[in-house]
């Protein structure tokens, strides 16, 4: 899910990392790891997975005839007999918890010790269902570690729309029984944000008039589930407040969202702010007094803003906001195509850096500081251990690696053995290592792309989620205008199938885009399998179409109600396969190129 490319100016060019890991870093970094993956993996040894997963039974018959209190012998196990894995072992278990009545004694110890604060659901871009993970609270001293999105505290305001808001509660009978404990399943985000603030869903209703310090917006706001009301209440009291120095999204593409709210609704938000009023709109009947309680008229702030003007000239976020420092955003893969809007709005003095590179099941790594922080990461042994699949290996069955076993320079699958109790799990994406980190040796990586994210076509040829990407971000700039959002679907209204590329932009379409499909096409065939396709008919040249103003925020409202994802973390696929949102965007076409 992190960015390739380098959306911004960062200050270091010159990277400390090395290129290969000497004898005695090589060993600093396997104690480290070992330790790592035994405090994950002991505990996790006595959870009803472990015990009954036929997946495990290998490892199981391994430690009950070694010497299991053997460190050595228990990670030699792991290591001999522990598969990959996929979801599918762990579904019949996670299954358990939305099990009608739900006993605590059915699901304790499920994957890790005790119970799950939440199920996480997965913000999936496929047709198929979300995925949902049991997340368990990690050890105190860990809850504000950056790796979980925790924000340092500044001196002016941050920006960060902040859903709390869930898709379903699990009612568990507790052992006593008398009492019970909800469960939410909302995204990892969610139950983050609520365990660092330890805020359960049983007294939502009572905060409803807090204001965190330090948050451009009251605590009521992050309960609206009304996609439109959500942004659109940031967006109010974020213009109100002057003093913001950071703006946080998960996803830079949200922030393009959030933005084209603010454009779209420009004289309502400054009416409001001038006379201190709530907007009306559906769903607020909850939340509506404590906000009116916390705005109040703001005339003078009303008209700096109606002088500055909606969003479009560069550099507008510095000029709303004087104190603006940074942006936090992933600014790679689905979001790539948001980044020039983005540069646009905030202007070449804000720094931009992503926030983490993981997923629902696991935070994997934090931005390397000393590179560039939009595509950097170190991966950290916090939330899991990782280690690795050789995606360019000819080997018939693939050998799991470690982290010292890498090499710079190297294309690898994660795979991941967690703290909420995965095993080898694959995650699917494809890393490229840019080295290791000096003082560790813990491996410098940039995300590339999905490993299967490339659309099966009738002629087989695999362009990566990245070529696609920087295809149609490279020909916007130059031929078609500033890019809002695009996925690819297949486009099979002739044969053979081929490439359609659905693009939103922002601002006037360029006077020559039509030569923009031509540009694709040219960056396209430097992908061998599509080339050879080409040549020997299999393959036509992608087609390009663009989508009418506001077809994406739709989209992203849409896929937020049907599957209960967190507002700020919906995004478009690269590639679209879901039948009926294929269907549904194709009629908002309204040009093609």
């Known amino acids: ?29 396997k104690d480290l790891l070992d330790q790592a993956l035994l405090g994950f993996i002991r505990p996790n040894s006595t959870s009803q997975f472990a015990q009954h997963a ?17 460190d050595i012998e228990f990670l030699r196990s792991f290591r001999e007999f522990v598969p990959t894995t996929n979801y599918e072992p762990y579904s019949p278990f996670i299954a358990k918890f939305f099990a009608t009545p739900c006993k605590e004694s059915d699901v304790k110890s499920m994957f890790a010790p005790g119970l799950p604060y939440c199920l996480a659901i997965s913000s999936t871009t496929s047709g198929r269902a979300p995925k949902k993970f049991p997340i368990y609270r990690p050890a105190s001293h860990l809850l504000h570690h950056p790796l979980y999105l925790s924000l340092r505290d500044s001196e002016g305001s941050t920006l960060s729309p902040s859903s709390l808001s869930f898709g379903q509660a699990l009612k568990m009978d507790l052992e006593d029984g008398q009492s019970s404990k909800l469960l939410p399943v909302c995204s990892v985000t969610v139950g983050f944000l609520r365990m660092q603030m330890n805020w359960d869903i049983e007294h939502d209703m009572d905060r409803l008039e807090l204001w965190v310090p330090g948050k451009t917006g009251p605590y009521a706001i992050s309960l609206v589930k009304n996609y439109r009301a959500f942004f659109i209440l940031n967006a109010l009291f974020a213009l109100t407040d002057c003093r913001v120095t950071t703006i946080r999204f998960l996803f830079a593409s949200v922030f393009v969202n959030f933005l084209q709210y603010i454009e779209d609704e420009w004289t309502l938000l400054i009416d409001c702010i001038a006379k201190g009023i709530i907007p009306d709109m559906e769903n607020l009947e909850h939340v509506r007094e404590p906000l009116e309680k916390h705005f109040t008229p703001n005339p003078i702030r009303a008209a700096e803003l109606r002088e500055i003007g909606p969003p479009g000239i560069e550099g507008w976020a510095v000029r709303v906001w004087p104190d603006l420092e940074k942006f936090i955003g992933i600014t790679g893969g689905p979001a790539a195509a948001s980044v020039p809007k983005v540069t646009h709005v905030l202007g070449p003095s804000v720094a931009m850096q992503s926030p983490c590179y993981g997923s629902s099941e696991c935070y994997i790594a934090i931005p390397y500081l000393n590179g560039n922080p939009n595509t950097d990461f170190k991966v950290v042994p916090v939330d899991g251990v990782t ?138 065939m430097e992908n061998n399998e599509y080339h050879m396709a080409f040549w020997q008919g299999r393959a036509r040249k992608p087609t390009v179409r663009i989508m009418k103003k506001g077809t ?37 076409v309204i040009t093609e190129l």
Not at 3 to 29: F, G, I, K, M
Not at 552 to 559: G, I, M
Not at 560 to 579: F, G, H, R, W, Y
């Open 1 to 29: 899910m992190m960015s390739r490319s380098n959306p911004a100016p960062y200050c270091n060019n010159v990277t400390d990392l090395q290129h290969s890991l000497s004898a005695e870093l090589s060993q600093r970094l």
């Open 552 to 588: 994406f925020t739709e989209y992203r409202r849409q896929k937020c109600e049907k599957t209960n994802v967190s507002m700020a973390q919906v995004k478009v696929p690269i590639v679209l396969s879901d039948p009926s949102f294929r269907e549904w965007l194709l009629q908002k």
């Open 387 to 524: 280690e690795y699949l050789d995606v360019r290996s000819n080997e018939p069955s693939e050998r799991v690696l470690s982290a010292w076993e890498l090499e710079t320079g190297g294309h690898y699958e994660p795979v991941l053995t967690t703290r909420n109790g995965l095993w080898r799990y694959r995650i699917g994406d494809v890393v490229v290592v840019k080295g290791f980190a000096p003082d560790d040796g813990l491996p410098v990586i940039n995300y590339l792309h999905r490993r299967d994210g490339s659309l099966g076509l009738a002629y087989g040829t695999a362009c990566t989620e990245s070529q696609l990407t920087d295809a149609i971000v490279s020909a916007s700039e130059r031929w078609i205008g500033q890019i809002i959002d695009f996925t690819v679907v297949a486009d099979d209204r002739d044969t053979p199938v081929t490439y359609g590329y659905l693009v939103e932009i922002g601002g006037d379409i360029g006077m020559e885009a039509k030569m923009a499909t031509q540009q694709i096409f040219e960056d396209l």
């Open 54 to 70: 036929s997946e495990l039974a290998n490892f199981r018959e391994a430690i009950a005839q070694r010497n299991s209190n053997d």
